[in-house]
């Protein structure tokens, strides 16, 4: 019984060790974060100084959502609180976005093709990993 507890509080994203819900801007700040350790590092960063100019510059740069990925563990992950969202980063250089508009950026978001995101999984604490990896 009480594993059905914890499992149910898992899979609807709460943070049990915190007894929080984090919201979709800090699973994105996670995200990104994170993106900027381990992937953009070797693009220098598509030309942003870190994470925070990214945010600043891209607002909209993220999708959250669990239909990202299809994976057969999905279900494991969300029961056990290691998943509680996908997070999809948007690799936009900075010079492509740097003086548009908020209208022209989110256009130019929405035309991205499936390569021109990262796949971020971030955990119901808010720890961001690699759901490839």
Do not use: Q
């Not at 990104?32 to 870190?50: C, D, I, M, Q």
């Not at 909209?60 to 959502?65: E, Q, R, S, W």
């Not at 056990?80 to 948007?90: I, M, P, Q």
């Amino acid at each position: 019984m009480v594993l059905a507890l914890i499992g149910y509080a898992n899979t609807t994203g709460t943070c049990l060790s915190e007894t929080i819900f984090y919201s979709d801007e800090e699973k994105i700040n996670s995200a990104v974060n994170f993106a900027f350790e381990h992937y953009l590092r070797e693009t220098k960063g598509l030309g942003y100084s870190g994470p925070e100019e990214y945010r600043d510059i891209l607002k909209g740069c993220c999708k959250v959502g669990s239909g990202f990925v299809g994976d057969d563990m999905k279900w494991l992950y969300k029961f056990s609180g290691r998943l509680s969202d996908y997070v999809l980063v948007a690799k936009l250089p900075k010079d492509r976005v740097e003086n548009a508009e908020s209208h022209e950026i989110n256009k130019l978001r929405d035309s991205l093709l499936d390569r021109d995101w990262f796949v971020i999984a971030v955990s119901n604490c808010g720890e961001a990993w690699d759901p490839f990896d």
